[in-house]
């Protein structure tokens, strides 16, 4: 009867190896797939972080162009806008598409500029609008409400 | 060794491994919540700051665009000025209210600017004079939100607005006295009042 039991304690699925085996796996691939999580997470938020700080350099450079912007300007990429655009796509390794419009409906189309590359339809984009005070091209006497849209991508 | 006492040690092997096992599920499960936690929290800090500083810069832009959209004078066909200078022929005439007449192109006063700003953006501006340089004075309010109207209701309805303040110099009144109508103070030969530019998101 004793030497039945014994063979009965060896037969046991719960004796073996096999068990703790199978822990080991299970604990070794959940741990590769966390790193795995982490790491693509750590990528996202890399992006992120990135696009965000060119969206306020593009901020803080607008607001030192308040009332110094002329549309025809910015669409004919001046050495100025184009320079100043390169630095930010070069600092942050992003791509930037900004548009300028007057506030008034009644300016808008003389009024509507952009520079750079629209973003492509698939690419994630992050964009921000702020005020900024735009000069006609038509006169040096007036200046306008406008708005600067600012769009970064990878 | 007794049969017995083999049967018995196999039996302790067995939750042996299996215990060694179930430490290190336990030790991999504790370092993952670790990893992804802390992969989760990156970067939020530095966005968090981006934001804010984002929502500060507004604030900046706004207040420096007022210093230079023109305001058609509707008594003249070529007079010409800014906006802010506006501003401060009202502060002239003790008008802290800063009313303008309502023939005026609305994108060239303050409230016609702050409301066409918050239609486009989706953020409120609020205009006021601080003629202490710390309280605003509820008299002078200007804000794209029809509800905030005093001090009070800005401070009831608006959480943790991004302001931007700045000095704007105007004549001294004709009884040459800066402080009349409690707006602001002695700068030589004119005088001044500090402003502030608060955006909030609601």
Request: glycine share 6%; proline share 4%; hydrophobic share 40%.
């Amino acid at each position: 009867m004793v030497q039945s039991l014994g063979n009965k304690g060896q037969g046991s699925f719960l004796s073996g190896d096999i068990p703790s085996i199978i822990m080991i796996v299970i604990s070794i691939t959940f741990f590769l797939s966390s790193i795995y999580m982490a790491m693509t997470n750590f990528e996202d938020k890399k992006s992120d972080v990135t696009m965000r700080a060119a969206l306020v350099e593009a901020a803080s450079t607008f607001l030192k162009a308040n009332a110094n912007i002329r549309p025809s300007d910015l669409a004919s990429n001046s050495e100025y806008w184009t320079l100043t655009l390169q630095k930010i796509r070069i600092t942050y390794g992003v791509e930037v598409y900004v548009e300028l419009d007057c506030l008034d409906s009644a300016l808008h189309d003389s009024c509507y500029a952009t520079s750079g590359e629209p973003p492509p339809d698939t690419a994630e984009v992050l964009s921000r609008r702020f005020p900024i005070s735009v000069k006609p091209d038509n006169s040096d006497l007036d200046v306008y409400a406008g708005l600067i849209k600012v769009s970064v991508f990878i | 060794m007794k049969t017995v006492d083999k049967m018995k040690l196999m039996h302790t092997k067995g939750q042996a491994e299996i215990m060694d096992g179930l430490i290190l599920m336990l030790i991999t499960a504790v370092c993952s919540v670790v990893l992804l936690s802390i992969s989760g929290n990156y970067g939020s800090l530095p966005v968090q700051i981006y934001e804010e500083t984002y929502a500060q810069k507004l604030a900046q832009n706004t207040l420096l665009s007022l210093y230079h959209i023109t305001d058609q004078d509707p008594n003249s066909q070529f007079y010409k000025k800014s906006v802010m200078v506006a501003v401060s022929n009202s502060l002239a005439k003790g008008d802290i209210t800063l009313k303008t007449p309502a023939d005026i192109t609305p994108r060239s006063t303050i409230s016609g600017l702050l409301e066409g700003y918050y239609a486009e953006l989706g953020w409120h501006f609020m205009f006021a004079i601080l003629p202490d340089g710390v309280m605003i004075d509820s008299s002078s309010i200007i804000a794209s939100d029809p509800d905030i109207t005093t001090l009070d209701k800005f401070k009831e309805n608006v959480g943790s607005p991004y302001c931007a303040s700045a000095a704007l110099t105007y004549p001294k009144p004709t009884s040459g006295d800066c402080a009349d109508a409690d707006i602001g103070k002695d700068a030589g030969s004119m005088c001044y009042t500090i402003f502030e530019l608060c955006v909030w998101q609601t």
